[in-house]
């Protein structure tokens, strides 16, 4: 079974700065993608960004981009330019690309935002 | 607004009880997921259908069931409740069986006493 891990249950962040919330995962397949995900305090569930794992290149949203190290099993987001709207509690996911498609979701990271 | 629609927002009720949970897909989604977050167990998968048929099941208590209607909005029933059942339920839903970005609806917070 796969295992999601997000080792940083809390970390904060000046506006304006740039903070990395780290992700690994564990599994024996080949074919899968990653997710970050975002809950505000609306409890709300926003995806933010996905990777697929035959890609090499790091996905990229706006602010948003991630460092995905397939070998090593690490899929950390990074967010620049911090906004206080940024302040939120972050999940990394996992989907096995031949399933049905079921997320597994680490426990995550919540951030906050110092104005 | 990601599209789905989950109703009620907030469900009150007392051990042993029996409620549904309903939820609407994005138009055109023919996968509905429901998941479960709760304090100590986090996010966890509990069942997917895919056009009305199921086609993966999680952590799922039997005391739990769900379906999937021909319009395709589903219900997650939930039956002899206990004080542990308390949690916030998410709906989900894309496009493809297998995959596609999976859009969450807002939430069912069900509080049991």
């Known amino acids: 079974a796969q295992t999601v891990t997000q080792s940083q249950p809390e970390m904060s962040v000046q506006e304006a700065e740039t903070v990395t919330l780290s992700c690994t995962y564990d599994?024996?397949?080949?074919?899968?993608?990653l997710f970050w995900y975002k809950q505000p305090p609306s409890r709300q569930m926003i995806l933010v960004i996905r990777q697929e794992a035959y890609k090499q290149q790091n996905a990229t949203e706006n602010r948003f981009s991630v460092n995905f190290q397939k070998a090593a099993k690490s899929f950390s987001l990074k967010i620049s330019d911090s906004q206080l709207g940024d302040a939120a509690m972050y999940f990394c996911?996992?989907?096995?690309?031949?399933?049905?498609?079921?997320?597994?979701f680490g426990q995550g990271t919540i951030l906050t935002v110092h104005p | 607004d990601s599209g789905v629609t989950q109703t009620p927002k907030h469900l009150i009720t007392a051990t042993g009880q029996r409620v549904t949970l309903r939820c609407s897909p994005r138009s055109g989604d023919l996968s509905v997921y429901w998941y479960q977050q709760s304090l100590d167990q986090g996010l966890q998968f509990l069942i997917q259908?895919?056009?009305?048929?199921?086609?993966a099941k999680g952590n799922i208590l039997e005391r739990f069931s769900a379906q999937q209607f021909p319009d395709l909005h589903s219900e997650l029933n939930l039956s002899s409740l206990e004080l542990g059942d308390s949690a916030l339920y998410f709906c989900?839903?894309?496009?493809?069986?297998?995959?596609?970005?999976?859009?969450f609806g807002p939430g069912t917070r069900l509080t049991v006493t």
């Open positions: 989900a839903s894309s496009v493809w069986r297998g995959g596609g970005e999976q859009y």
């Open positions: 996911a996992y989907r096995s690309a031949p399933s049905y498609g079921k997320l597994t």
């Open positions: 599994t024996s397949e080949s074919d899968y993608y």
């Open positions: 259908y895919y056009n009305g048929e199921e086609r």
